[in-house]
């Protein structure tokens, strides 16, 4: 089972990729290191405070950015540190993210040695053209390396992801890259349709009809393409996650059935029973809050009942076998009548929400166009 | 300095040690206005103001600003209010009058706005201006001609860079029509293009007016702002007639409505003197009330101890009956009444008619009650009862343009909050049928069986349109496309061309002034008068959405013109409403006929690529956004249209 979960934002990355509107900032490795000093100093503070440290956390999570960007024995530093200042369960999935070219042996023995058990991936494209073209650092030869030096290090759980719908690609591109996974056989794929941001580089580009972007069919033919290809090999457990089974990414899962979590670093969200917070995203301004002992929180709030229980449905949904309703029900202490009237038994004999004893979930034919139900439970 | 508080109290100075930040933020306010703020005491409470001197009337200045569109009107308002210190810089902001959502957002004044203000002249006297700043876009020129007639002077803008254009005469010519004094002033003369010899020609020999009153300004810099203030004070005369001791004869020339002290009423007195307390009644329906406060347009309402002749300011007088208030009727005292009501303001005539209906039923009452209000500050507006098969009940609207359309829509759906559908918009034709009668349609439902139609007319216009001559060529053309005849021109100075065209109005409706920007790249103005009615051959164009009729998308269009309609109205449709889970099939009929067609596909990918926990407030949002959108839809059989898509028949691919 999931429990709560202890994410770390690393928000440096070696440049922006075109379509990215993550957290994050190029920079150099020294920077990066100094960052996790600071953070370092976060992750005590917080371990110190009861109603954080007082938790079992189930997962450990290190995103960013490029979290790899950083030295090796740093970032094994503050895995070692959680694990000494947080209560982490027992077989706690311990992930973190990194990019090709910041893989390397040392990296991943050390980071190995202080507990990692989870590598994900981010790959994007086996296709060098395509890669070039939305501002990557690597190449697929240097992604498909990387992938078999995790493995040789015994990573025995990998994701990788990979982006469809880049501007240019075809679907033949699309299903070359699917089978370059599949003689990869990571444990776990995340497949993301591209959306462009509007504060992203494409997002500019768009506003001014500069991109040239696959078409709403040939995405839908993607994703087609895709669950055909992938399902006798992979289980599809999410809108866009895969898993060979019993690999699912237990701290995500956190995520859609709406458990709690903590986030430290830039930017990072936790929310712990229905109170939200949200660090300062300014690196460069968390870090200087960190080193003045002055309060990095820049937004609070405490949500409804109600609201956290459309909220656990919008996440929920996202599901492919769904989530138990009479739990959150129960956890929430509110029923699904008293927030939506009549409105799921509507969707239900509309076909686009499926019963099944206490499970909820999305009907299949819906998932392409999921927006359409979900809009109505928000 | 005294400072008055909501409070009512007033404090001097060596109080303020006294207060805390927030009693700070408010004094500031209260020393511009220098009296109470607005939604506060009894009028009793207030402290004693100076009685005003016996030769007071010799002092006031009405006058209003007027140009065509853009010509900086606002921007010379908010100098001259800055120069008589009726702002703070913390409260200024740039065209401080256009105070509607609406008008920041398009940047156009759409509203005319009065504001009061002292101002010391070179003379050592002081003097009271009242200011109009009017808006300059055609559709709104009954704006203009209402506030001129609180006017005895003009201050009459233009551009030093662009010259006369067609606004500039249409509102000289309302100027004149008013018998008011009008001060020429060149403005922009800032910017590197500008041209202010070329103009000051124009003025004398276009405009026919005296150059030696001619006003050098850039409202944008300030340069020039002091002469013009001190020639409102000497060129333009005080109010003429009006005898403060006479009968009460005050002219409304706007109202609002505040739903906690009823109709605000606009007036300017010509006759008498008007104070709280008095007995008052409407003219035109003989309605009396009491008035409760009387008070000068400054930043805010600053109530006054009395209105009198020569003045303009506001009355309130708890009247709630929205429709008793009417702009252009006379106020007058019950007891000593006045022997006649003024002359008021000249019926508008609406060009352009659509129905509004809302878009979930239950809001009828909402919007029948939001109509009334809305027409209390919007004169131009006229409605009756509508109903429709798709859309159910509503109101069949008179506007005076496009434009005047788009904001009325604005406006109901931000300040009363309604959400609404308008109908692809119509002119008013003729109809003479068999039996001898004539029909005059407005509404493309009423069109009578085409069997019994013998002959049919449409509205023309006379249309005025200047630029540079280097866009000569194709602004012809544009007028031919649009069956334009009769087409004349002459050169009122070297490069600029004025050009004159009779128009069927139904093909101006059409988007023939974004067209006209667009061929002239923005250099082109336009204005128009009504000419006509002139024989015409008429079908209706109905649209089918889903094999369902629309009634609200039919529309009636030249039989020459009908194919090229149809085609055009599939294709905006299809820009505009969403893809659906299943397959749209739109149509154009005329008669049984289907003369165009398209398809819009269902969709087929609509999901949230990615969400973790860290973005889920964003892509909670997103849904959020989605879902307030479909409350903007209109559901017809099982298709969702949304809002735009009816307005959007009637544009073209550029706007
Ligand atoms: N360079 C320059 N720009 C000016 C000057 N006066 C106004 N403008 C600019 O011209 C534009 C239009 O100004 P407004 O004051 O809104 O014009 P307006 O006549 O009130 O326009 P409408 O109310 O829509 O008819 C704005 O962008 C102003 O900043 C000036 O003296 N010099
Ligand atoms: S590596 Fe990831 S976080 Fe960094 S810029 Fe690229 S997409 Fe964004
Ligand atoms: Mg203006």
């Not at chain 1, 996790?36 to 007082?54: K, N, T, V």
Request: aromatic content about 8%; glycine content about 6%; some cysteine.
């Amino acid at each position: 089972m999931t429990g709560p979960g202890l994410y770390l934002h690393i928000p440096f990355c070696r440049s922006k990729c075109s379509y990215c509107a993550f957290n994050s900032v190029a920079a150099q490795r020294d920077t990066v290191d100094a960052y996790l000093d600071l953070l370092a100093r976060q992750i005590e503070e917080y371990a110190a405070l009861e109603w954080c440290g007082g938790r079992r956390f189930s997962t450990l999570f290190i995103g960013g950015g490029t979290p790899s960007l950083a030295s090796p024995a740093k970032l094994a530093a503050i895995i070692t540190l959680c694990r000494s200042r947080f209560s982490l369960a027992d077989q706690a999935e311990i992930s973190m993210e990194a990019n090709p070219d910041t893989i390397g042996p040392e990296l991943l023995t050390t980071l190995r040695e202080a507990g990692l058990n989870r590598l994900s991936i981010g790959i994007q494209s086996f296709n060098n053209a395509i890669l070039a073209g939305i501002n990557r650092v690597h190449t697929a030869e240097q992604a498909i390396k990387a992938f078999h030096l995790a493995r040789g290090c015994g990573l025995a759980n990998i994701n990788i992801d990979l982006i469809y719908g880049l501007p240019h690609q075809t679907m033949a591109d699309w299903q070359e890259d699917l089978q370059q996974i599949l003689a990869l056989a990571p444990e776990h794929l995340a497949l993301y349709e591209l959306t462009i941001e509007p504060e992203s580089p494409f997002g500019r580009l768009q506003a001014e009809k500069a991109l040239v972007l696959p078409d709403e069919d040939l995405l839908a033919d993607m994703e087609e393409a895709t669950n055909t290809l992938l399902s006798p090999h992979y289980q599809r457990y999410e809108i866009a996650n895969f898993c060979r089974p019993g690999r699912q990414c237990r701290h995500n899962i956190n995520y859609w059935l709406n458990g709690s979590y903590l986030g430290l670093g830039a930017g990072a969200v936790s929310c712990l029973d229905g109170l939200r917070f949200t660090h300062e995203s300014d690196p460069y301004r968390f870090m200087s809050a960190v080193e003045h002992k002055t309060t990095t929180i820049r937004q609070a709030e405490c949500l409804s009942r109600t609201a956290r229980f459309r909220e656990s449905m919008i996440m929920g949904l996202r599901l492919i076998d769904g989530f138990n309703l009479r739990k959150l029900e129960k956890r929430l202490d509110i029923s699904a009548t008293e927030v939506y009237g009549p409105l799921l038994a509507e969707l239900n004999s509309q076909g686009r929400l499926l019963r099944q004893g206490e499970m909820i979930r999305l009907a299949p034919d819906w998932l392409p166009v999921a927006n359409q139900v979900l809009n109505t439970l928000v | 300095m005294a400072i008055h508080f909501a409070g009512q109290r007033t404090r001097r100075a060596q109080d303020l040690f006294s207060l805390t930040s927030i009693d700070l933020f408010y004094i500031d306010l209260e020393v511009v206005t220098s009296g109470p703020c607005p939604d506060t005491r009894p009028d009793s409470a207030l402290p004693p103001r100076k009685t005003r001197p016996a030769n007071h009337m010799k002092h006031i200045r009405n006058f209003s600003i007027i140009a065509h569109i853009d010509h900086g009107k606002s921007t010379l308002a908010d100098r001259l209010i800055q120069r008589c210190n009726m702002v703070t810089a913390r409260e200024f902001k740039d065209q401080l009058l256009d105070n509607m959502d609406i008008e920041r957002e398009r940047g156009i004044t759409i509203k005319s706005q009065t504001i009061c203000m002292p101002y010391r002249a070179k003379d050592g006297k002081m003097y009271t201006l009242n200011l109009v700043d009017t808006p300059g876009h055609v559709d709104f020129s009954y704006e203009v001609s209402r506030a001129l007639k609180s006017c005895e002077g003009a201050l009459l803008l233009i551009d030093a860079a662009q010259g006369v254009e067609a606004q500039t005469l249409a509102n000289l010519y309302l100027a004149m029509e008013n018998n008011l004094e009008i001060i020429p002033v060149i403005n922009k003369i800032d910017l590197p293009s500008a041209d202010p010899e070329m103009v000051a020609l124009q003025i004398e020999e276009d405009l026919g007016l005296d150059m030696d009153t001619v006003q050098m300004c850039s409202a944008k810099t300030g340069q020039g702002v002091d002469e013009i203030l001190e020639a409102i004070v000497k060129l333009l005369p005080p109010p003429q007639e009006g005898d403060a001791a006479a009968p009460l004869q005050a002219l409304i020339f706007d109202a609002s409505y505040d739903p906690f002290r009823g109709t605000i009423i606009s007036v300017r007195i010509i006759n008498g003197t008007i104070k709280p307390g008095d007995t008052i009644i409407f003219m035109s329906n003989n309605t009396s009330y009491k008035v409760e406060e009387v008070g000068l347009f400054r930043l805010r309402k600053e109530p006054q101890k009395s209105l009198q002749a020569g003045e303009v300011g506001y009355i309130l007088a708890g009247v709630k009956t929205v429709s008793d208030t009417r702009p252009g009727d006379t106020i007058t005292h019950k007891d000593k009444p006045c022997p006649r009501a003024l002359p008021g303001f000249q019926e508008v005539q609406q060009v352009v008619f659509s129905s509004i209906y809302p878009i979930s039923t239950d809001d009828y009452e909402n919007l029948a009650t939001a109509m009334e209000k809305l027409k209390l500050n919007d004169a131009a507006l006229t409605f009756q009862k509508d109903a429709s098969s798709a859309l159910g009940f509503g109101f069949r609207c008179g506007f005076l343009g496009l434009l005047h359309l788009e904001v009325i829509q604005e406006r109901l759906e931000r300040e009363f909050d309604i959400p609404i559908i308008l109908t692809v918009p119509s002119v008013c034709y003729h109809f003479f049928l068999t039996d001898g009668t004539m029909l005059e349609v407005d509404n493309p439902a009423h069109f009578p069986d085409p069997a019994t139609i013998a002959s049919t007319e449409e509205p023309y216009i006379k249309a005025t349109i200047h630029m540079p001559d280097r866009y000569m060529g194709a602004v012809m053309t544009l007028c031919m496309e649009r069956r334009g005849e009769n087409t004349r021109y002459h050169y009122p100075m070297p490069g600029r061309i004025e050009l004159t065209c009779e128009l069927p109005l139904a093909e101006v409706i059409y988007d023939f002034y974004d067209r006209l920007k667009s061929v002239t790249q923005g250099y082109g103005s336009f204005d128009y008068e009504l000419l006509d009615y002139r024989p015409s051959d008429l079908v209706k164009l109905d649209i089918l959405v889903n094999g369902e009729k629309v009634d609200a998308l039919s529309q009636l269009v030249h039989r020459a013109n009908s194919r090229a309609r149809g085609l055009h109205a599939c294709e905006k449709l299809k820009e505009e409403i969403p893809r659906q889970m299943f397959k749209i099939a739109i149509q154009g009929a005329i008669g049984g006929t289907i003369v165009s067609r398209t398809t819009i596909a269902a969709l087929r990918k609509d999901v949230t690529a990615k969400c973790y926990g860290g973005d889920i407030s964003r892509k909670r949002k997103l849904l959020e956004k989605q879902k307030a959108g479909k409350k903007r839809m209109k559901i017809v059989g099982n298709v969702e249209i949304p809002q735009k898509a009816f307005l959007a028949v009637l544009k073209s691919e550029q706007s």
